[in-house]
């Protein structure tokens, strides 16, 4: 019979299984060694095949990995591989009903039935293999490209004998393949992981190293936001411009770009023939340019840059050549900040509106004036200018789905490197919450986007006790709005309850882009960290409780990241807005305990508070656990139980709320004391040192305010006469007494009723009655 639509769309289904299968301890793709294909030469019906029948697939993939059975020893690494294969094709078929049943037995052809071997188990081979092993069966003809699956996690444990019989083969050695479990990041708070040492050693490292060599490669950039309009003269014209360019203190930048190798060992890049020919063509603008790019003729400069057949050509390949820069050189580094600079440079070159020489700017090109650690928010009462604010604006902009830059599709929930005005080879780490275009302004109709600013540990002031995970970042407050020409790269940002458990399934994330782990928020104008508990709240609400949101691919087990002090105890120095702060003494009774292993909670308050210093203010507990007071917090906890979150403690205070005073419990009767929900307490303002809401029992007192000085009756009468002196005999007031005259009042113009009464009288109208 034909195969059907559905069919055919049923047995892409079942490859894309067999091809997506992992083992379940080291994530390794079992059909890789069945994937590579046979000689066309000698094997031309190979690739002249086509299905009429679907039960035609089936025996083609079965015999797969029967060849694989039949050509290699029992018990070898490929004999075990194509047994589980074998079960996952026999399990996967039988579970779509649109597909006719298996056969039960090895096919006609099979070796199995040829050879008639009786001295060994049941083998089979349609035919004398090229190889060891026969690739395995293409999809059929009609079929379409299959998209990157997802891995499945298989036990390779082979079955009790060593060589499957006709009737083993029948039946399926297996038990269907189970599916990747992801963690929900829902509104609920996620489990913490127990009954693992969260120490990291080699073991660990390798089960990371497996999977992400596992998982699916990044295409590079997408076809998209590419600039336009640049003939070679330009392009002559950019090449040189960078390599020219010097900083404010003379060091010409293009130095980090000329000493990449040409041929490097960097993983994950989706490039490598193209980079080396820019790579040689950069190096040859600044070898043989002349002073100016004035003095080159067109011909010239077309002949220099004949190589590009379009302007998209020359973006992209720059786009690369700084890619490749940028996983060469280590982040942090004066390099890596030299490249990040260039390539902003470049994105304001072949912007709408590019500078003019002398090429200078105190912000290394980026849009905004300040980064994460010395940016003021738009309302702070400080004499700086204000950058950001504290939730997303839709004020003279129009939102949109997406905005393409450089080769990159970035839309709501994506993660971004930003250019950073401070310290550019520490860029801004940044969750778009809004794409749009401006509709007023300088830039009015050019994209842009609103993005949430995570911090570095070197951002935020900590004590010297703290200890932070490998790569970690903190959620801010912080939203920032920057026009696309700010966007260096995609990135990713994990929370702590994913982390640990696997890494981000494509497009949200690819082997070789920078990947981050947060745990908790940073509050930078009280100095504090406060453990995320409901991960939901962190994230844009188009895409929460939604389970296509970064999925992850797992682990076989979780897995910590490292753990560091602070970055500035390390030996080589560094430069940050952050820094050292010592963290206040312990109370006696927490000094005994021991923060890695104890879940001790503060005390809470027994009541409403009094601020004494305001009439009639009072205060209530904003939630259960009080959130720390600045440089309270210890260090990442380890125990053998997992993750323990750092203790957090409040400096004793007197009890002076209504409660207290009025005599406690024993004194007020049937009285009831209830604390404010943490998700209510949140939309009010809290006091800087023990976090409590801050409320009023009543308006604010009516307080009589002292008259300003007036002048006595004496002098006003003395200022009368003066006035009357004027006006008969043309004195000017004061003159005689060297007293400044008063101010002229000013003429209030008539009113209309008054402008009508005098048009009616002048007409003669006024006496006229009205009826």
């Given amino acids: 019979m034909p195969v059907t639509a559905a069919q055919n769309a049923a047995i892409e289904e079942v490859i894309r299984a067999l091809t997506s299968a992992t083992s379940r301890r080291v994530k390794r793709r079992l059909a890789d060694m069945f994937m590579d294909l046979v000689d066309r030469d000698s094997w031309p019906e190979y690739y002249e095949n086509k299905y009429k029948d679907p039960l035609q697939a089936y025996e083609d993939l079965n015999l797969v990995f029967l060849n694989a059975l039949y050509y290699n020893e029992p018990g070898s690494q490929i004999s075990k591989d194509a047994t589980t294969l074998k079960g996952i094709l026999e399990n996967e078929w039988k579970q779509r009903s649109v597909l006719p049943a298996p056969p039960a037995s ?4 099979s070796a199995q039935k040829t050879h008639a071997k009786k001295d060994q188990p049941e083998r089979a081979a349609a035919s004398p293999a090229p190889s060891k ?7 059929p003809k009609a079929s379409t490209k299959a998209t990157a699956p997802s891995p499945m996690n298989v036990d390779p444990t082979p079955p009790s004998s060593s060589q499957p019989t006709e009737a083993t083969i029948a039946k399926s050695p297996e038990r269907p393949a189970t599916p990747d479990v992801d963690v929900d990041i829902g509104g609920t708070p996620e489990p913490e992981v127990v009954g693992q040492d969260s120490a990291r050693d080699g073991e660990s490292d390798e089960i990371v190293r497996q999977l992400e060599k596992s998982l699916p490669r990044w295409e590079g950039f997408a076809d998209v936001g590419w600039a336009e309009d640049i003939d070679p003269e330009r392009m002559v014209d950019i090449v040189v411009t960078i390599s020219k360019y010097r900083d404010e203190s003379g060091n010409r930048l293009a130095v980090s770009l000329e000493s990449i190798p040409e041929e490097t060992n960097i993983p994950d890049l989706s490039f490598n023939v193209l980079l080396f020919l820019a790579i040689c063509r950069f190096r040859d603008m600044l070898i043989v340019h002349v002073p100016t790019t004035r003095e080159l003729t067109s011909d010239q400069s077309r002949t220099r840059m004949k190589y590009y057949g379009s302007s998209q050509a020359f973006d992209k390949e720059m786009s690369q050549l700084f890619l490749k820069a940028r996983r ?9 900040g030299n490249v990040l600079v260039l390539q902003r440079f470049y994105h304001a070159l072949t912007s709408a509106n590019p500078p ?5 700017s105190p912000t290394r090109f980026a849009a905004l004036p300040a980064g994460p650690g010395t940016a003021k928010p738009l309302h702070a009462s400080e004499g700086d200018a204000g950058v950001t604010t504290f939730r997303v604006s839709l004020k003279d902009r129009q939102v949109v789905e997406e905005v393409q830059y450089k080769g990159w599709s970035v839309k709501v929930a ?15 780490i940044g969750q778009v919450f809004k794409s749009f275009k401006w509709e007023e302004g300088q830039r009015k109709g050019q994209p842009g986007v609103s993005v949430c600013w995570y911090y570095r540990p070197e951002q935020t002031f900590h004590p010297a006790s703290r200890k932070f995970w490998e790569k970690e970042v903190f959620k801010t407050s912080h939203f920032a709005d920057h026009p696309v020409e700010d966007i260096v790269e995609k990135v990713a940002v994990q929370f702590t309850a994913r982390h640990l458990r696997g890494r981000p399934r494509p497009p ?5 882009w920078p990947l981050y782990v947060c745990d908790s928020r940073y509050n930078d104008r009280d100095r504090v960290f406060v453990k995320i508990k409901n991960w939901n709240s962190c994230i844009p609400e ?22 560091h002090s602070s970055p500035f105890l390390s030996a080589h120095k560094i430069k940050a807005p952050g820094g050292i702060i010592d963290a206040p003494d312990k109370p006696e009774s927490e000094k005994q305990e021991n923060p890695t292993t104890t879940r001790k909670r503060p005390q809470r308050k027994a009541a409403q508070k009094v601020e004494a210093e305001r009439a009639g203010a009072s205060r209530t507990t904003a939630s259960s656990q009080p959130a720390p007071v600045p440089a309270t917090n210890t260090a990442h906890g380890y125990t053998a139980q997992g993750f323990a979150p750092y203790v957090q403690t409040v400096p004793p205070q007197d009890d002076r709320s209504i409660y207290a005073a009025a005599g406690g419990a024993a004194a007020l009767n049937n009285a009831a004391v209830e604390e404010l929900p943490a998700e209510t307490a949140r939309h009010f303002d809290r006091d800087p040192q023990t976090n409590e809401v801050l ?28 006035r009357k002196q004027t006006r008969e005999g043309g004195v000017a007031p004061g003159a005689d007494m060297g007293v400044e005259p008063p101010p002229k009042r000013q003429k209030v113009p008539p009113t209309v009723m008054e402008r009508l009464e005098a048009l009616m009288k002048e007409h003669g109208m006024d006496q006229v009655p009205i009826s």
């Fill in 695 to 722: 409320w009023f029992a009543a308006p604010p007192v009516d307080i009589v305010h002292t008259p300003p000085p007036r002048h006595s009756l004496k002098y006003l009468a003395f200022l009368a006469r003066k």
């Fill in 133 to 139: 092993h026969q690739p395995a069966a293409q999809a």
């Fill in 542 to 563: 188009e895409v929460r409780k939604k389970e296509e949101f970064m999925p992850i691919f797992p682990f076989e087990r979780p897995v910590f990241p490292r753990s």
């Fill in 414 to 428: 994506d993660w971004l490197h930003l250019s950073n005005p401070d310290d550019p080879s520490r860029p801004i």
């Fill in 106 to 109: 090895a096919p006609s052809s």
């Fill in 356 to 360: 003019q020489p002398p090429y200078t």
């Fill in 508 to 512: 949200f994330w690819y082997p070789g």
């Fill in 328 to 336: 060469w050189y280590e982040l942090g580094s004066e390099p890596y």
